[in-house]
C-alpha cells in the first residue's frame, strides 16, 4: 500500500486508501468504498470516493502535466493555491465554495465536500435548465470576495501578504496566452477555428489592429492591475448550482488581478448559454439567460459599491468621487473581460460546449459570428457598457449585425 509520503499520480484504487487516511472524519465502511474519476477539465484528476453507508468526498489532485496536452508542465503548487483560496473565499463568502476538509503539498491534493446534489453549471446550461437564484447569489459571491480583497478595504500590509502567497506565474501565463495573446494572432498555431467562420475571424481579428491595440492595453492591465484576489476562470464549469444554491470550485488561476475579470466571465459564460438555447428555441431559457446578464452587471455593481460603503478603510479611498471613478473602471473591465472571454472561447485553444455541440453547421457558424461581433463591440466601446441593459444590447445588436438586419 502506498504511503503517500512522497509524490505520485494516484489511479482510483489508491485513492480509496488516500480517502481512509487522509478523511478520516468520514466514519468509511472499507468494504463497500469505491472511487471514480469525474474530472472533465484541462488540468486535473478529480475523483469521487464513496462508501454504500452515505459518505463520500472529492479528492482533487493535480498532476505534473496538463490533461488538455502532455506538452504543458504545470506547478503541481497549483493545489495548494486552489486550495488555500478556497478556504479564504468561504471565509469571505459563507456557503458559496465547496468545505475543504485538508489539502496535501506532498501530493498535491485537495480532499473536499461532495456537491453530487449540485450539477456542473454548464452541464445544466446545455440542457437549458433556469436558476432563478443564480444572479443575485452569484453577485454576492463576487461582492464580498472581490470587494473584500481589495486595498481600499483590506489594510495594505496583509493584503499585500495575500498578493505574496497567491502569485501564480504559471497559471497567469496560460491566461496572458490564451485569453491575451493567441486569439489575435495564431501565434502558436493551436487556435481551433471552426471552418465556416474562418475568413471571419481573419478578417475581425487577426487583421484587426485597432482591436489588438485595445486588447494590448488590457493585457498588460490583467498583468499589473492587483486589484482584488480573483478566481481567474469564474466560467460556468467552476460552477456547482442546484435550485438552492450556487457554489464556486475550481480556482487555481487565482491571483491579484482586475475584479472585472471574474464579472466578465461569469458573464461571456451566460452568453454561451444564451447562443445554445437559442439555437435549439428554448424561448423560456432564452430570456431567462437575458435577465442574468442584466442582473449580473446590476447586482454586482451595486453590492460592490455597498460593500465600498461599508468596509473602506482607505482614507484617500473616501474622497468623494473616488468610489464612482472605481466603479467606472470596474465596468470598463467587466466589459471588455466579457469580449475577450467571449473571443477566446470561440476561436482559441479551449473551447466551451454552448458551441462545440451545435450540431448543424450553419447555426453553429452563425452564433459563432454573433459571438465575435458582440465580443468586438465590448472591448472596442467598454467605457459605454454603463448597466446591464447595455450588456444585453450589445448582444442584441451583434444578432442584427450577424442577421444583416
Ligand atoms: C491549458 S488550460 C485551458 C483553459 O482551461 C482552464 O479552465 C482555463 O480556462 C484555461 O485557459
Ligand atoms: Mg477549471
Not at 480517502?19 to 475523483?47: H, S
Not at 454576492?140 to 502569485?167: C, N, P, R
Not at 482584488?228 to 480556482?251: A, C, M, Q, R
Not at 459571438?371 to 444585453?392: S, V, W
Request: net charge negative.
Amino acid at each position: 500500500m502506498p504511503d503517500f509520503n512522497s509524490y505520485f499520480l494516484m489511479k482510483e484504487a489508491d485513492v480509496i486508501e488516500y480517502a481512509k487516511v487522509k478523511v478520516p472524519q468520514k466514519d468509511w465502511d472499507a468494504d463497500t468504498m469505491t472511487c471514480r474519476e469525474i474530472g472533465d477539465g484541462n488540468l486535473n484528476y478529480v475523483f469521487k470516493v464513496q462508501d454504500a453507508k452515505g459518505h463520500s468526498v472529492i479528492v482533487k489532485q493535480a498532476g505534473v502535466s496538463l490533461r488538455i496536452s502532455e506538452e504543458m508542465k504545470i506547478d503541481t503548487d497549483r493545489n495548494r493555491v486552489e486550495s488555500e483560496i478556497l478556504i479564504l473565499q468561504g471565509k469571505l463568502a459563507p456557503g458559496f465554495v465547496p468545505e475543504i476538509y485538508c489539502y496535501d503539498t506532498v501530493m498535491s491534493t485537495c480532499c473536499m465536500e461532495d456537491l453530487s446534489d449540485h450539477l456542473i453549471m454548464r452541464t445544466a446550461m446545455l440542457q437549458h435548465k433556469i436558476y432563478p437564484k443564480f444572479a443575485d447569489q452569484i453577485s454576492t459571491f463576487m461582492a464580498q470576495v472581490l470587494m473584500g480583497t481589495t486595498d481600499a478595504v483590506m489594510d495594505h500590509q496583509e493584503k499585500k501578504a495575500l498578493q505574496k502567497s497567491f502569485i501564480n506565474p504559471q497559471l497567469c501565463d496560460i491566461s496572458e496566452r490564451l485569453v491575451y495573446t493567441e486569439p489575435f494572432n495564431d501565434e502558436m498555431g493551436r487556435n481551433n477555428v471552426f471552418a465556416p467562420v474562418a475568413e471571419f475571424v481573419k478578417e475581425k481579428l487577426y487583421e484587426n489592429e485597432p482591436l489588438k491595440l485595445e486588447v494590448a492595453k488590457l493585457k498588460m492591465d490583467f498583468m499589473t492591475n492587483a486589484q482584488s484576489l480573483i478566481h481567474g476562470d469564474l466560467h460556468t464549469g467552476s460552477i456547482f448550482i442546484n435550485e438552492e444554491t450556487t457554489k464556486v470550485f475550481d480556482p487555481e488561476f487565482c491571483f491579484y488581478g482586475p475584479m472585472g475579470y471574474d464579472i466578465g466571465n461569469v458573464i461571456a459564460n451566460m452568453i454561451f448559454a444564451w447562443c445554445n438555447g437559442d439555437v435549439y428555441g428554448e424561448k423560456e431559457f432564452c430570456e431567462w439567460c437575458e435577465s442574468v446578464v442584466k442582473d449580473v452587471v446590476n447586482m454586482t455593481m451595486a453590492k460592490l459599491a455597498a460593500y465600498f460603503d461599508e468596509h473602506v478603510t482607505d482614507t484617500m479611498c473616501k474622497t468623494p468621487g473616488y468610489k464612482e471613478y472605481y466603479m467606472d473602471t470596474i465596468l470598463a473591465d467587466t466589459a471588455a473581460v466579457t469580449g475577450l472571454e467571449m473571443i477566446r472561447r470561440t476561436v482559441g485553444m479551449a473551447n466551451v460546449k454552448d458551441l462545440t455541440t451545435i450540431a448543424d453547421e450553419e447555426k453553429r457558424a452563425r452564433a459563432e459570428k454573433i459571438c465575435i461581433t458582440a465580443a468586438i463591440d465590448f472591448i472596442i466601446n467598454r467605457a459605454d457598457k454603463k448597466c446591464g441593459n447595455c450588456f444585453l444590447g450589445t448582444l442584441k445588436k451583434a444578432v442584427e449585425t450577424v442577421d444583416g438586419k
